[in-house]
């Protein structure tokens, strides 16, 4: 498996490490629940540098990207990122990924380290004849996510750059540390915070020097154990759990990135076709409201009858209780519907729920 450039840090710091798409990451420090909290009410610090980066340039960048993803490529401003997915000819996401405009010409894609190499071979594939290059720049790449209430004034601590200043999906190309670094106000927590691209040969410095310039504030290292709970409770889709090439954005509850009057885009066809019929599925939160804590896979019933499977499913250190996410039938996808999952030998009671389960006050 591939290690990180923080690596050794992880080691110092007692990081359990885990397998995950290929990587060798840690999963946890002092504990899930721990430092779950420390993101929700103070900061914590993270190592995403599996994630891929592909860099797109040329003149035909914009147009390229605008027919190959649903959201509005010609309208992102320079210093600006957007959410969005590569699109499949059935209407559904290859991948998800954030879109930065850096130029006129030139974005950089960050997409999910398991799909990387396909996500590759899909862009260079379609980007044949079109004046633009499609890179892949990974390797270059160290991605540390500094996220909670607190991380603001943290990463300002390293920057001479107005990041505080940054609005929400926002960036600059500033510097960490008097090295060059991209510094942007995005996150997969629900939380404020920031994710900074970097040289991998900075990485282990700048990691220091936010936990320590952090310390007061009550930064800690934080894992792939808590990135997940903290993205379930804000309800952000995860690739291969709410997102695979068998669903399209619509039933995920992503219309808001589907931009279908931007012109023709691949899989436009069926996303104006099913919004036009009627949705046939979409996600829904739920509770339990026994003892129990449902996984994914678990089977979904209702009135008896088996009506999908939990797509993620979690305890929540904010809300005290479990909670999930599933496919439904749109009748049965109204809040307060009950429903009941299968845990092993049992059916738990549980209730539909409206997403997100977290929204942090503004």
Known sequence: MRRTPLYDCHLRAGARMVGFAGWELPVQYSGVIDEHRAVRSRAGLF???HMGEFRVSGPEAVEFLD?????NVARLETGRAHYSG?????GTYADDLLVYRRGESEFLLVVNAANRERDLAILEQRSAGHDLRVEDRSDDYALLAVQGPEAAGIVGELSADPVGELRYYGFLEGSLLGAPALISRTGYTGEDGFELYLAPEQAE????ALLAAGASAGLVPAGLGARDTLRLEAAMALYGHELNEEITPLEAGLGWVVKLKKGEFVG???LVAQKQEGLRRRLAGFEIVERGIAREGHEVFAEGERVGEVTSGAWSPTLEKAIGMV??????AEPGTPIEIQVRKRRLAA????????RRAD
């Open 86 to 90: 590569l699109m499949t000819e059935q």
């Open 268 to 270: 436009r066809d069926v």
């Open 327 to 332: 496919y439904l039938p749109p009748a049965l």
């Open 205 to 208: 410095a700048v990691w220091e």
């Open 67 to 71: 027919r190959n993803t649903p959201n």
């Open 47 to 49: 190592d995403v540098s």
């Open 351 to 358: 209730r539909v729920v409206e997403l997100p389960f977290y």
